[in-house]
């Protein structure tokens, strides 16, 4: 077992460097590896969730210094994080009060086809320039918080998708992601905490530190790669989890 854990930390480096650069991919390919691996749900979602909320205010820290996002107060990109981390709060206490009363795998059919839909919406708009709508971008927080809140992973592919076809550009995506999914993650902390005290923590430190040990790599990543590839990018990734979800969920 202790080889086993010092192994997360590895693991946890090439998600949180995945999730970081692209804005996705942490949860979403971290929680069914270490459900592969032998690990129950609760000694995963909470874990993930509490490491996610460090390594996801880090990650915002480093994207502002290096300029992907700029979070001053005022800007479009600090209103647009307010934003979807109040939605957040809507959408993780929803899921985490439902989380042991939907089946499993409606839930996965449904996140599985959303984040489909909206990677292919991605690559066909890709060469036009959405029109800026917070209404879309409300939407999109409190389901993708909903969905973090149930599984430990939808949220970025859900709030990345949904800013780039509200008028954000991928690089500020990211860090807004970043930054919005950190506060998502400490509201699903605290509620695990409080309403299922059963939760083992164990393998939150090892996760942890793999994840942070990735961000500055993948911040200065994400300002040396050209955006057309970053959205092409971003797009194949989104079909790719929607897809992987939408067949773990039929099977």
């Not at 919406?121 to 409190?142: D, E, H, K």
């Not at 076809?165 to 690089?171: A, E, H, T």
């Not at 500020?172 to 409080?194: D, K, P, Q, R, W």
Request: with cysteine; charged share 10%; net charge positive.
């Amino acid at each position: 077992m202790g080889y086993t854990v010092i192994g997360l930390v590895p693991l946890a480096f090439v998600c949180e460097f995945l999730d970081s650069t692209l804005g996705m991919g942490y949860g979403t390919t971290l929680t069914p590896l270490l459900l592969l691996i032998g690990f129950e749900p609760m000694q995963i979602i909470p874990a993930v969730l509490l490491s996610e909320f460090v390594t996801g205010l880090n990650a915002a820290g480093f994207h502002h210094s290096v300029r992907n996002a700029n979070f001053s107060p005022g800007t479009t990109d600090s209103k647009v994080a307010a934003v979807l981390s109040s939605f957040a709060v809507v959408g993780t206490v929803a899921a985490v009060v439902l989380a042991i009363k939907l089946p499993g795998h409606i839930l996965k059919l449904w996140i599985g086809g959303i984040v489909l839909a909206m990677g292919v919406i991605i690559l066909v708009t890709m060469n036009s320039t959405p029109r800026f709508s917070w209404p879309r971008l409300m939407t999109v927080g409190a389901v993708a918080s909903f969905n973090k809140g149930m599984s430990g992973g939808g949220y970025g592919p859900l709030v990345m998708g949904g800013q780039m076809l509200s008028g954000i550009g991928v690089r500020n995506a990211v860090g807004i992601t970043s930054l919005s999914e950190g506060v998502t993650c400490l509201v699903g902390v605290v509620l695990y905490f409080f309403l299922r005290p059963a939760a083992d923590w164990a393998i939150a430190p090892w996760i942890m530190a793999g994840a942070v040990l990735s961000v500055p790599f993948a911040a200065h990543t994400l300002k040396r790669v050209r955006e057309t590839y970053l959205k092409i990018a971003t797009g194949v990734l989104i079909i790719g989890l929607g897809v992987l979800t939408l067949v773990k969920a039929l099977l």
